[in-house]
């Protein structure tokens, strides 16, 4: 009788022997690694310079295209079981995501059962739609199958783009204020 690994057990030793599938991991590792640092403590000396930095602007287009193929890849309909936490509006709040990180999710989405998923409208309103975009994205990035992002009606151009209705706390002007007129228009563009 020979013995077989499990599904996840043969994947991950398929990682550690295809050196390609073993950097992007590492490199989505790093990615995600500067997203929940300053997701820890975003009023740090550290994280500050790194949040008005073109590196954040970078991270935030590389993160884009590497959730991009993951969203692709996601069925119009998914199925999931119970336990669900559902979460909606967080509209640019840091803070709701750091109760909801100290409350639900203590231990970490990997280790807390259940799948996440987030109703949309992650942006305008709030002071924070950047850092808030960056962690679900980071999120939904390493934990693609127990995190679950919506859009809503505020990821579309013409609503974060509505500059004049929702002034510096629209998504657009927050873009632009942070990176500049040319990056960070490309980084609404493309987020």
């Known amino acids: 009788?020979?013995?077989?690994p499990s599904i996840s057990t043969a994947q991950e030793l398929q990682t550690l022997t295809n050196p390609i599938e073993q950097t992007r991991r590492t490199d989505n590792?790093?990615?995600v690694r500067r997203i929940l640092d300053m997701f820890k403590d975003p009023t740090s000396p550290n994280s500050m310079a790194y949040l008005a930095s073109p590196s954040f602007a970078r991270d935030l287009l590389r993160l884009n295209a590497k959730v991009?193929?993951?969203f692709e890849s996601e069925p119009r309909v998914v199925f999931l079981q119970s336990?669900?936490?559902?979460?909606?509006?967080?509209?640019?709040?840091?803070?709701?995501?750091h109760f909801f990180s100290d409350n639900i999710w203590r231990l970490g989405m990997?280790?807390?059962a259940g799948n996440f998923v987030f109703l949309g409208d992650y942006v305008d309103r709030g002071m924070s739609c950047l850092e808030c975009v960056a962690y679900l994205f980071a999120m939904k990035l390493m934990s693609p199958h127990k995190v679950f992002l919506l859009r809503g009606n505020h990821e579309t151009r013409d609503v974060n783009g509505w500059q004049e209705h929702y002034?510096?706390?629209?998504?657009?002007?927050q873009c632009r204020v942070r990176f500049?007129?040319?990056?960070?228009?490309k980084v609404w563009e493309q987020t």
């Open 1 to 4: 009788m020979g013995r077989n």
């Open 29 to 31: 590792e790093q990615l």
């Open 68 to 70: 991009r193929q993951v």
């Open 83 to 97: 336990p669900a936490y559902v979460f909606g509006d967080i509209h640019g709040n840091l803070e709701d995501l």
């Open 110 to 112: 990997g280790l807390t």
């Open 167 to 173: 002034g510096d706390r629209s998504f657009i002007a």
């Open 180 to 185: 500049g007129d040319d990056l960070g228009y």
